[in-house]
């Protein structure tokens, strides 16, 4: 499912038009992104739980060349599924 997909099944069961619906998903996508920027969670009930992770600086090589290459520290989000949607998707 893409984004268009998701917009369009959440149209379908909120009764929505499809622009209010992506209204709304581009609407809680972009606060979850501004929360995660100021490195806070985000916890949804029954879903997950989306967090930041720090990674250190570090080495490593190019395939190509064997080069050594520094790699800068930066931060990835991390997801973790939260037990109601395990259990949706295990059946």
């Given amino acids: 499912m893409n984004k268009g997909e998701l917009v369009s099944a959440v149209a379908e069961k ?5 622009a ?3 209204e709304a998903l581009d609407a809680a996508l972009e606060s979850i992104q501004e929360t995660l920027k100021k490195g806070e969670e985000v916890k949804i009930v029954g879903f997950g739980t989306f967090t930041v992770a720090d990674r250190p ?5 190019n ?3 064997g080069e050594k290459v520094q790699v800068p520290a930066s931060k990835a989000p991390k997801f973790k599924a939260g037990a109601g949607l395990k259990d949706a ?3």
């Fill in 14 to 18: 909120t009764g929505l038009s499809k």
């Fill in 57 to 61: 600086a570090g080495e490593a090589r």
């Fill in 63 to 65: 395939p190509r060349t």
């Fill in 20 to 22: 209010q619906a992506g």
């Fill in 89 to 91: 998707v295990n059946g």
